[in-house]
């Protein structure tokens, strides 16, 4: 008898899907055949209507014509050129157009394919850059409990998620974690930046007495945690962190893959915040998703201390095969017009005022015990079921799926991330959708 597997196309067991439960998903498959604009098409022929901007990337919305004519041309014209030692004019235009609309000061980018890549590569460039500047005694990189930077060993390391680093054994040596800024019996159902917790960032201040400045290379966190349920900074946390890395010659990393285009009302969460890293990680909305590709943001000044040396020698010995890929370019160029013919990179602040009232009207609805949000962005946590974490929120996910809506679940936490495109009655839709499924027994 054959081992081989039935490969016909309607055939699941192929297919290890990632994050996913793979076992419950087989026996209940769904499955998107289409998309435009706001909505998914089920194959069941169902219209879904998208609470999440896929996860948390299709930030202009679905089969945006800019962006598939863009890539369609240039498939035809340059498929492939080599990342190293060679180039092609819209990698080139591309970092053009993202400096742009970058915090002033990046004026330089690095191209990865996702976030984990831009992550892992943001932590490289900070600590090759503590040792061409004469400090390789700085090796230490310290992230958060609770965040997320991916999954690849660097990112893993930095991040603080537990199920996602237990299983692999000891990581990055030399990392160490602040604390989380969470703290739910002073902030629950705060709207907007909680009041309390900018103090959580002194916690850094210990972290440096504890290991000395001259070993720590640089600092990461996301100025709004997503993945891990949608935390949101305390008013004057992140001003704070950023005194205590100057004051010590450390880095500070930004990591805007969530963040990044649009989702706060500004291009970046670094300029919502006016408060500048020193660099910038992103990927997701920087090709609304459509082509994997990420960019990592650096100042000149970090940049150029790299430019030294003779001139036919590699200055950063890092890339990737598809760094600045000509498809994935000309997506990002099609994305980038598209924001901007469309307002997309502020609009969600015309549009946060509207989404607070409506996500935090459902603070009556069963088990809910927070609603958070800022800028296009909400969770609601839900009390667990005794014994069964998680279990609630997964249900939620299920029934809202049934009903025409897609939401994204964490532990049990709801997270929402539209498009920027969506309209009042589109949030309407949402929300009164959501209601029904939390009213309804989960
Ligand atoms: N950093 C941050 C802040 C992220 O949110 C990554 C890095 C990794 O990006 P890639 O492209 O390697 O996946 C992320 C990814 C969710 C969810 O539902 C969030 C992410 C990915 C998938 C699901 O919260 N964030």
Not at 186 to 199: D, H, I, L
Request: proline share 5%; aromatic share 8%; glycine share 10%.
């Amino acid at each position: 008898m054959s081992n081989r597997l039935n490969t016909t196309p309607n055939d699941l067991r192929a297919f290890w899907m990632p994050f996913t439960a793979n076992r419950q998903f087989k026996k209940e498959p769904r499955l998107f055949v289409g998309a435009k604009d706001m909505y998914y098409t089920t194959h069941d022929g169902r219209q879904v209507l998208d609470g999440t901007a896929g996860l948390w990337c299709v930030n202009a919305g679905h089969c945006r014509p800019k962006i598939t004519e863009a890539i369609r041309e240039q498939a035809g014209e340059l498929d492939y050129a080599p990342a190293f030692q060679l180039g092609h004019p819209k990698a080139f235009e591309l970092a053009n157009r993202l400096v742009d609309i970058a915090p002033e000061g990046m004026n330089h980018v690095f191209y990865t394919n996702s976030g984990s890549e831009s992550v892992d590569t943001a932590l490289k460039i900070a600590l090759a850059y503590q040792r061409v500047k004469g400090e390789g005694s700085r090796f230490r990189l310290i992230g958060r409990e609770r965040g997320y930077h991916g999954i690849n060993f660097g990112g893993m390391s930095v991040g603080g998620i537990v199920s996602n680093r237990k299983m692999f054994g000891t990581l990055l040596t030399g990392v160490d974690h602040m604390p989380h800024t969470h703290l739910p019996a002073k902030n629950a159902f705060t709207k907007g930046q909680p009041e309390y917790g900018a103090e959580l960032a002194d916690e850094l201040e210990r972290i440096v007495a504890l290991h000395d400045a001259s070993t720590i290379a640089a600092v990461i966190v996301e100025p709004v945690a997503g993945s891990t349920g949608v935390l949101i900074p305390p008013k004057g946390y992140l001003q704070r962190l950023r005194e205590i890395c100057t004051k010590h010659g450390i880095l500070l990393i930004f990591d805007e893959v969530i963040t990044g285009f649009g989702r706060l009302g500004a291009p970046f969460a670094t300029q919502f915040f006016d408060v500048k890293p020193d660099i910038i990680t992103t990927a997701k909305g920087l090709t609304n998703g459509v082509i994997p590709m990420g960019a990592v943001f650096v100042t000149s000044e970090i940049h150029d201390a790299f430019m030294t040396g003779p001139e036919h020698m590699i200055e950063f010995m890092h890339g990737y095969t598809y760094s600045g890929n000509p498809i994935a370019s000309a997506a990002g160029l099609g994305t980038l017009d598209t924001y901007r013919d469309e307002g997309l990179l502020t609009r969600a602040a015309e549009l946060a005022p509207y989404w607070e009232e409506k996500l935090h009207s459902l603070a009556d609805c069963p088990n809910v015990i927070d609603i958070r949000n800022i800028g296009l962005i909400g969770a609601i946590e839900l009390a667990p079921i005794a014994g069964e974490p998680t279990k609630r929120a997964f249900n939620a996910f299920l029934k809202a799926y049934e009903s025409g809506l897609l939401i994204r679940t964490t532990g049990d936490i709801i997270a929402l991330s539209p498009p920027l495109i969506i309209t009042k009655d589109e949030i309407d839709e949402l929300f009164d959708k959501l209601r029904k499924v939390l009213v309804n027994n989960i």
